[in-house]
């Protein structure tokens, strides 16, 4: 099992910048893929994008091409979601997850999740 902690999220203000982490501990080789999902307050959960085990390969959904971008940092097993340009339509509860599977998408597919990192962009 790979246990994994989000964090940095915060209240902003649109146009602002976050990075948030995604800390994996446990069996952390058993996770090929790890990912960002967000939920927003009574919507669904939202794959955003996701990395392979050792960074070579990533996605980001079309829609948030050039304003969020995913990285990692192996040697700290740490999992970033760079988000630039926050719009309030972005406010939502973000989770990273983890599955054994390369190139994951499907949220069924994943295994393992964070508690979540609140997001709220507001002026």
């Known amino acids: 099992q790979v246990h994994l902690v989000e964090s940095g999220g915060g209240l902003v203000q649109p146009g602002d910048s976050l990075r948030l982490s995604c800390a994996a501990s446990g069996r952390t080789l058993s996770a090929n893929t790890i990912a960002w999902f967000r939920q927003a307050h009574g919507k669904g959960r939202e794959f955003l994008g996701g990395?392979?085990?050792?960074?070579?390969?990533?996605n980001t959904v079309d829609s948030l091409k050039g304003r969020f971008a995913i990285s990692r940092d192996n040697a700290k097993n740490i999992v970033y979601l760079q988000m630039n340009n926050l719009q309030p339509e972005d406010t939502a509860l973000y989770y990273c997850?983890?599955?054994?599977?390369?190139?994951?998408?499907?949220?069924?597919?994943?295994?393992?999740w964070g508690q979540g990192t609140q997001v709220t962009v507001s002026s």
């Open positions: 990395i392979n085990n050792d960074g070579t390969a990533r």
């Open positions: 997850a983890a599955a054994s599977r390369a190139g994951a998408i499907a949220e069924e597919l994943f295994s393992s």
